[in-house]
């Protein structure tokens, strides 16, 4: 339990097609950037996370459900009883040289990952915990899809400039699979990790045309995004509704979409499953309306969960 929130889940969030979440300023290099953490890599702040997914319950569910969650739109009376961190980088898409593409991270990123599961006691696997703490860096799993053989070295070429020879070989299998990814991982050093996501990084240059006579009237810009295929991971924590807010409710919808048949009964853990359901694809940030922003949504269940789950019986 962290204060009022007794209930918490640890959630990745893969891209599905590009992303922006814009910081709705220009930089020397790009006019309309991505968010970025204090390091520097792209992340997706919370505010923005939150509004997308209480966007996305107000338009399906209603506007009590998404009240109910996130507190009143009108007013700051009632405290949000769903809860959200920053979501953080975990693992980038890259050109490889062969094989097309691969995913990497680095011991930073890992950590922050460890870290937040202590935070909301997701036990993570032995060979991942034992892989984060030794914190070893140029490491693959397979490299035979994406790596050629050249002056009898074993080389891997990301990005058309990052060169990794005769990698040592290490177990990612468990990793690979707890992120869902589809091709090989490499963690790299985190100084390399940095620049490799700049170089993965999508910059288009768009302009605004003039409908009538299809020239330029405004533009050109540069715009940020994140690549499809990217992970990022955040932590969500749950409370119990408070009871004057649910006295401002229509129960009947309440009991209806919570699918409980007593008021009295909603619990944290109620408002958990019920966003555990509803939660598997999203839109975030800008351009939505030309595909931009979509992202898969996956709950990292506990072990105890697992085993719970297999020994219930049909």
Not at 236 to 259: A, C, E, G, I, R
Not at 275 to 293: A, C, D, M, P, V
Request: net charge neutral; aromatic share 8%.
């Amino acid at each position: 339990m962290l204060g009022k929130y007794s209930a918490h889940d640890i959630l990745l969030i893969k891209t599905i097609t590009n992303l922006h979440v814009g910081t709705g300023k220009g930089s020397e290099v790009v006019d309309l950037p991505i968010q970025r953490d204090n390091y520097g890599f792209p992340t997706i702040y919370s505010s923005s996370l939150k509004g997308a997914i209480k966007s996305y319950i107000y338009f399906k569910e209603g506007k009590s459900i998404a009240e109910l969650l996130f507190g009143p739109d009108e007013s700051g009376e009632f405290a949000s009883t769903v809860a959200l961190t920053d979501a953080y980088l975990l693992a980038f898409p890259a050109r490889s040289l062969r094989g097309v593409y691969c995913y990497l991270t680095c011991p930073l990123l890992l950590r922050r990952f460890k870290e937040y599961a202590d935070m909301v006691k997701y036990e993570l696997d032995d060979e991942i915990k034992k892989l984060i703490e030794e914190g070893k860096t140029n490491v693959c799993d397979q490299s035979d899809a994406i790596s050629i053989k050249s002056d009898n070295k074993e080389k891997i070429i990301i990005n058309e400039e990052l060169i990794l020879e005769n990698l040592a070989k290490k177990n990612l299998s468990n990793l690979t699979k707890t992120l869902g990814l589809d091709k090989e991982l490499i963690i790299i050093e985190d100084d390399d990790a940095l620049q490799q996501v700049e170089r993965s990084l999508i910059r288009l240059t768009r302009v605004k045309l003039n409908r009538s006579s299809k020239t330029v009237e405004s533009g050109p810009w540069t715009e940020e995004y994140v690549p499809p295929k990217t992970v990022f991971f955040t932590t969500v924590f749950y409370s119990k509704p408070p009871t004057p807010l649910l006295n401002k409710m229509d129960k009947n919808v309440l009991l209806k979409h919570l699918q409980i048949e007593d008021i009295e009964k909603i619990e944290a853990a109620t408002i958990k499953n019920y966003l555990n359901k509803n939660l598997k694809y999203l839109i975030i940030g800008g351009h939505e309306t030309i595909g931009s922003g979509i992202v898969e949504l996956k709950v990292l269940s506990k072990k105890d969960e697992h085993t719970k789950e297999k020994s219930t019986p049909n």
